[in-house]
């Protein structure tokens, strides 16, 4: 440790690899003395992790920042200097922009040079200029950054694969994330057993197309997702995997291979729930949004995975309002999804976003319309997951113990679908994976209680790196 303790806060939007990148940043700026603050008023450096996906994500940054200015000022004038960047996704894109429109920004660094995060903070505490970063260099980033240790809970995050090379015509991720790349199997499987040692009981795999995973061993051997798996699931302690987000056109391996299928069938630390965007049910508008698959291999990689995991249940990300997207196409989603029956989703109205060929397209689609296309499916979404939570109750279901919960007595689980769960139950149980009989659904969690004699049972082992 240099000098006296400092504070930072690390501010995250948007998906799960940027929470799993904000534990990094904190971790690599600890060598500098950095800890956690629990405000901005208190904090000796704010980092705003961003997110760039559509445009009330992106409009997060400047409300914040306005925030933050005021502080800033308050903070100069008590003679104090608080640090303030901007990471992430909208870093990537605006770079630049931000220090233009912000000029009380002291650092912006996108998603791939987080590696250089402690460099440029000292740099810019030293000299009280501004740093900017957005090169692309992701496996530089893997190998500076130190390896995830700090306890995440009995539920972690890894990210394995990062950045995609698919170009859907709305998204920006390929613009923000760069390239894909894959981190070698052994640096998984290292990051994996600190994670279990540190009290991780489920793993999360994180990649843009996750399971396009391809990670090159140091014998030169390509590993798939489906063979990462299996080595993970052999780690003592570990008792659960998932993995997310997946791309439909990367269930099967490049020649046809569906180990990740079978991986489904074999593996049962592998949790029987996916999620995996389709977007829309309508091949034309799968073609204009470059999606390269259409609703038929959607269909039969559905029925696939259902047959080699009966109980698998599945969640999707669906865009409405594609620019050309007739109220025809929109009908094929709202038949896909009642033909499919999802236990979860997501659904957005389509957002242009600056750079993104759809942007420009001419054909784009009245807001009203799409307000309407999004209603009527979420309210089918809505009642598939209802029912689906509803089918549970009366059944014993595993839960991994993971947290307190709201009320005191109370600790909250995950079933193997992913449905929160509460429990009245001894906290020592946390980290531990029992059985519940499920008793009430909520429309998105379920209460559980204990079989006769459970309350016994031992505390969660640790389990050494
Ligand atoms: N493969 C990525 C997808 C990230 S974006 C992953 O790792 O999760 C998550 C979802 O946001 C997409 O599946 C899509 O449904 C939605 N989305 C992306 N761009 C969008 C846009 N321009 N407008 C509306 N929704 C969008
Ligand atoms: Fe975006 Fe498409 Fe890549 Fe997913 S697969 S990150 S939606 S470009
Ligand atoms: Fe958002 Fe970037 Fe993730 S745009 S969804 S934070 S990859």
Same mark, same amino acid.
């Given at each position: 440790?240099?000098?006296?303790?400092?504070?930072?806060?690390?501010?995250?939007?948007?998906?799960?690899?940027?929470?799993?990148?904000?534990?990094?940043?904190?971790?690599?700026?600890?060598?500098?003395?950095?800890?956690?603050?629990?405000?901005?008023?208190?904090?000796?450096?704010?980092?705003?992790?961003?997110?760039?996906?559509?445009?009330?994500?992106?409009?997060?940054?400047?409300?914040?920042?306005?925030?933050?200015?005021?502080?800033?000022?308050?903070?100069? $004038? !008590? =003679?104090? +200097?608080?640090?303030?960047?901007?990471?992430?996704? @909208?870093?990537?894109?605006? %770079? #630049? &922009?931000?220090?233009?429109?912000?000029?009380?920004?002291?650092?912006?660094?996108?998603?791939?040079?987080?590696?250089?995060?402690?460099?440029?903070?000292?740099?810019?505490?030293?000299?009280?200029?501004?740093?900017?970063?957005?090169?692309?260099?992701?496996?530089?980033?893997?190998?500076?950054?130190?390896?995830?240790?700090?306890?995440?809970?009995?539920?972690?995050?890894?990210?394995?694969?990062?950045?995609?090379?698919?170009?859907?015509?709305?998204?920006?991720?390929?613009?923000?994330?760069?390239?894909?790349?894959?981190?070698?199997?052994?640096?998984?499987?290292?990051?994996?057993?600190?994670?279990? $040692? !540190? =009290?991780? +009981?489920?793993?999360?795999?994180?990649?843009?197309? @996750?399971?396009?995973?391809? %990670? #090159? &061993?140091?014998?030169?051997?390509?590993?798939?997702?489906?063979?990462?798996?299996?080595?993970?699931?052999?780690?003592?302690?570990?008792?659960?995997?998932?993995?997310?987000?997946?791309?439909?056109?990367?269930?099967?391996?490049?020649?046809?291979?569906?180990?990740?299928?079978?991986?489904?069938?074999?593996?049962?630390?592998?949790?029987?729930?996916?999620?995996?965007?389709?977007?829309?049910?309508?091949?034309?508008?799968?073609?204009?949004?470059?999606?390269?698959?259409?609703?038929?291999?959607?269909?039969?990689?559905?029925?696939?995975?259902?047959?080699?995991?009966?109980?698998?249940?599945?969640?999707?990300?669906?865009?409405?309002?594609?620019?050309?997207?007739?109220?025809?196409?929109?009908?094929?989603?709202?038949?896909?999804?009642?033909?499919?029956?999802?236990?979860?989703?997501?659904?957005?109205?389509?957002?242009?976003?600056?750079?993104?060929?759809?942007?420009?397209?001419?054909?784009?689609?009245?807001?009203?319309?799409?307000?309407?296309?999004?209603?009527?499916?979420?309210?089918?979404?809505?009642?598939?997951?209802?029912?689906?939570?509803?089918?549970?109750?009366?059944?014993?279901?595993?839960?991994?113990?993971?947290?307190?919960?709201?009320?005191?007595?109370?600790?909250?689980?995950?079933?193997?679908?992913?449905?929160?769960?509460?429990?009245?139950?001894?906290?020592?149980?946390?980290?531990?994976?029992?059985?519940?009989?499920?008793?009430?659904?909520?429309?998105?969690?379920?209460?559980?209680?204990?079989?006769?004699?459970?309350?016994?049972?031992?505390?969660?082992?640790?389990?050494?790196?």
């Amino acid at each position: 440790m240099t000098g006296p303790a400092k504070k930072l806060l690390v501010k995250t939007w948007g998906c799960q690899m940027n929470v799993y990148d904000s534990a990094r940043m904190a971790e690599a700026l600890a060598p500098l003395g950095y800890g956690p603050a629990s405000a901005a008023e208190d904090a000796d450096m704010v980092i705003l992790n961003t997110c760039h996906i559509r445009e009330k994500a992106s409009e997060k940054l400047f409300s914040e920042l306005g925030r933050l200015r005021v502080i800033k000022q308050q903070q100069a $004038a !008590a =003679g104090r +200097r608080i640090l303030i960047a901007v990471a992430g996704c @909208v870093a990537q894109a605006e %770079g #630049e &922009a931000i220090l233009a429109r912000a000029p009380y920004v002291d650092l912006v660094t996108g998603p791939q040079s987080y590696q250089r995060l402690p460099e440029m903070v000292a740099r810019v505490a030293r000299s009280g200029g501004v740093a900017l970063e957005t090169d692309f260099a992701v496996a530089e980033k893997f190998d500076a950054l130190p390896e995830a240790r700090a306890p995440q809970g009995v539920s972690a995050f890894l990210t394995v694969q990062e950045g995609c090379d698919k170009f859907c015509s709305f998204c920006v991720v390929p613009y923000t994330r760069g390239a894909e790349m894959s981190r070698p199997p052994e640096a998984v499987l290292a990051e994996a057993r600190a994670l279990v $040692a !540190a =009290g991780a +009981r489920e793993i999360t795999l994180l990649g843009q197309n @996750v399971n396009a995973y391809h %990670g #090159e &061993a140091a014998d030169g051997a390509v590993w798939s997702l489906g063979r990462l798996i299996e080595a993970l699931a052999a780690l003592p302690g570990l008792l659960r995997l998932r993995y997310t987000t997946s791309h439909p056109n990367d269930m099967l391996g490049k020649d046809g291979a569906d180990d990740l299928i079978a991986a489904h069938r074999d593996v049962p630390a592998l949790m029987p729930y996916l999620h995996l965007p389709v977007q829309s049910g309508s091949d034309r508008v799968l073609a204009a949004m470059n999606r390269r698959h259409t609703v038929d291999h959607f269909l039969s990689i559905v029925d696939r995975l259902r047959d080699a995991r009966p109980d698998i249940a599945l969640s999707s990300d669906f865009i409405v309002g594609h620019p050309g997207e007739t109220d025809a196409d929109f009908k094929a989603t709202m038949d896909l999804v009642a033909r499919v029956k999802f236990a979860g989703a997501y659904s957005f109205m389509y957002s242009p976003r600056p750079g993104t060929p759809a942007a420009t397209a001419p054909n784009q689609v009245p807001d009203e319309v799409k307000a309407a296309r999004l209603q009527e499916l979420q309210a089918l979404l809505t009642a598939q997951q209802r029912a689906f939570n509803a089918a549970t109750v009366g059944r014993t279901v595993s839960v991994l113990l993971a947290a307190p919960g709201r009320h005191a007595g109370q600790v909250m689980g995950r079933s193997p679908w992913l449905q929160p769960v509460h429990v009245t139950a001894p906290e020592t149980l946390i980290g531990t994976e029992i059985a519940l009989r499920i008793t009430h659904a909520h429309p998105n969690s379920l209460a559980g209680e204990m079989l006769p004699g459970q309350a016994l049972a031992a505390a969660p082992q640790a389990f050494a790196a």
